[in-house]
């Protein structure tokens, strides 16, 4: 059996998803259904940038959402027999609506738009309450949790062991990397994001993506989907809408998603969109798990020689 992971924010760069949409025609499909349902060329964007654009929230999210459908389509034009092998699903933060399209739960029209509403969304908290965020390397859960007390901040991502990432105003999250080195932190690096997001600076954004949602139909997925809110699997449509409000200002538990998934006895994993992050988090929850990543035409042409 395997689950299907759907990459996050921050792993946009130029070029992804050119040589899919250029080899693939049902990756090219899921490029022109953005591009109409956005009103631009998030094609253009994705392939050639700036990278200033590129990087702007409210472009990344679907411009990561339509290369990791891009992706997954690719895959499920070359091995139409894998779905019966699927047995469920779950993306890291943005990663969770990529997640839903593959489900069935969401259109991938309605994602790509939701999205790219959310990450408006999320860039205008950010104006209106200005923050940062930071991963903290080698401190465990407990120790985090003190610098936060400590600092006033809060956990934002439960990534993996020895990795958490937390989220607020700037001077409480320079204050926090101060505590965190304090504690004995190997590393803590400032996020290159736009504000304090999956905290409770973002509850606004929530509010307003609430309202997007209400124009939505979601349907029962045909595959469960692990939610970030809850690091279970969730089937209701309501369930499915009430997370994806609390998952803008709530911590993402990808962690106790992973272990979640692996307690099932599912150890075969496939990651769509760019980067290989999801893997290399995988590496850290447990190493024993197998973790193939696709976003480019050679991982594909490497699948299909290893079968």
């Known amino acids: 059996m395997v689950a299907y992971l759907f990459a996050g924010q921050g792993s946009q760069y130029i070029g992804m998803g050119k040589d899919l949409c250029e080899s693939y025609p049902a990756a090219k499909e899921i490029f022109d259904k953005a591009d109409t349902t956005l009103g631009f060329s998030l ?13 702007k929230t409210n472009n990344s999210q679907p411009a990561i959402l339509t290369v990791s459908i891009a992706a997954l389509k ?30 069935e739960a969401l259109s991938f029209e309605d994602a790509v738009y ?30 985090v949790k003190e610098v936060c007390a400590e600092s006033g901040v809060e956990i934002a991502n439960l990534n993996c062991p020895g990795q958490v990432v937390i989220s607020g105003g700037a001077q409480e999250i320079d204050q926090a990397v101060k505590i965190a080195q304090d504690k004995g932190a190997k590393r803590v690096i400032i996020l290159e994001v736009s504000g304090a997001f999956h905290s409770s600076f973002m509850a606004g954004a929530s509010l307003k993506l609430a309202k997007e949602l209400d124009k939505i139909e979601i349907n029962p997925p045909i595959i469960p989907v692990v939610s970030n809110v809850s690091a279970k699997a969730v ?23 992973m272990r979640f998934i692996l307690s099932k006895g599912i150890g075969d994993f496939i990651e769509f969109g760019p980067g290989k992050v999801l893997k290399g988090l995988m590496r850290r929850i447990d190493e024993q798990a197998s973790v193939s990543s696709i976003e480019k035409k050679q991982d594909l042409l490497n699948l299909m020689e290893s079968r």
Not at 45 to 51: A, W
């Open 114 to 143: 939701l999205v790219r509403r959310r990450g408006e969304f999320m860039e205008e908290e950010a104006l209106k309450r200005p923050g940062k965020m930071a991963s903290i390397i080698g401190l465990d859960y407990a120790q």
């Open 235 to 257: 089937n209701d449509p309501d369930e499915i809408k009430d997370n994806l409000i609390k998952q803008v200002s709530s911590s993402v538990l990808w962690e106790d998603s």
């Open 43 to 55: 094609k253009k964007l994705c392939f050639e940038g700036p990278i200033e654009e590129l990087t």
């Open 74 to 103: 690719a895959y499920q034009s070359l091995f139409p027999c894998a779905a019966p092998l699927l047995s469920c699903t779950a993306g890291l933060s943005l990663g969770e609506y990529s997640s839903l399209v593959a489900s």
